[in-house]
């Protein structure tokens, strides 16, 4: 006969040891203890500082674990939607293998210039390809010869095209591949209802969608300004 055990107290569906809340103490040791930015990093960081859109900018955090998983995955054939002044571009060319290949798409020839200039004294401008062009026919261009070719898509662009990048994204990345998408937590404001423009209501949408998709494994991080990593699932 089983022992009469108490029934246990009911317990809130919500985890116990949650992320911790980064205030700007935590987040300096963060930096301190963990952030190797190198040289030709840390000079482009510090040009963009300069521009009133430096927010833009991927934080140093954010680019050192781009370039983690680029080693990590060693991908051939990489895309990124979005180049601003190259931060997330050449922590993905340093980091990639010296025979693999990355296509980068900007649509302002200004913050180009400024990518490429880096990426030459680096040493990596070989690896890179650029388009100076909306993403979104330059994507749609390659889906007949290219379709599930690149093993490897970053996605850092306007908000407006935010569904229709992924959707292609999903199409041009092979089976096994990973896509990573850059502010999805945006500042917070998807997670306050106050916040109703139109920028908040598509990254809500692009969360929800990715959720929903059950050709994809994923993980939204909460780092930088939320970083959402999906794998294709191979047998999709």
């Known amino acids: 006969m089983l022992p009469n055990f108490p029934k246990p107290l009911p317990v809130e569906d919500k985890p116990v040891n949650r992320t911790v809340n980064v205030d700007d103490r935590l987040y300096q040791y963060l930096v301190d203890v963990s952030v190797r930015e190198n040289d030709f990093l840390k000079a482009l960081r510090r040009e963009t500082a300069q521009y009133h859109m430096a927010r833009m900018q991927l934080s140093p955090e954010v680019g050192q674990l781009l370039a983690l998983l680029v080693k990590l995955q060693a991908p051939q054939k990489l895309l990124e939607i979005g180049v601003f002044t190259g931060y997330s571009t050449l922590s993905m060319a340093m980091a990639m293998p010296k025979n693999a290949r990355l296509v980068a798409i900007e649509k302002k020839q200004m913050w180009l210039d400024i990518a490429t200039r880096y990426l030459e004294q680096a040493g990596v401008m070989d690896r890179v390809t650029t388009y100076c062009d909306k993403a979104l026919p330059v994507m749609q261009s390659f889906l007949t010869a290219e379709r599930e070719s690149f093993d490897f898509i970053f996605i850092d662009a306007d908000k407006q095209n935010l569904l229709a990048y992924y959707q292609l994204g999903k199409q041009l ?46 993980s939204l991080i909460p780092i930088g300004d939320g970083l959402t990593l999906v794998r294709k699932k191979i047998d999709s």
């Open 173 to 218: 990345l092979r089976p096994g591949g990973c896509l990573l998408i850059d502010n999805t937590l945006w500042w917070g404001n998807v997670a306050d209802e106050a916040f109703t423009d139109k920028d908040t209501r598509i990254v809500r949408e692009l969360n929800k969608t990715i959720y929903e998709d059950t050709d994809v494994e994923l």
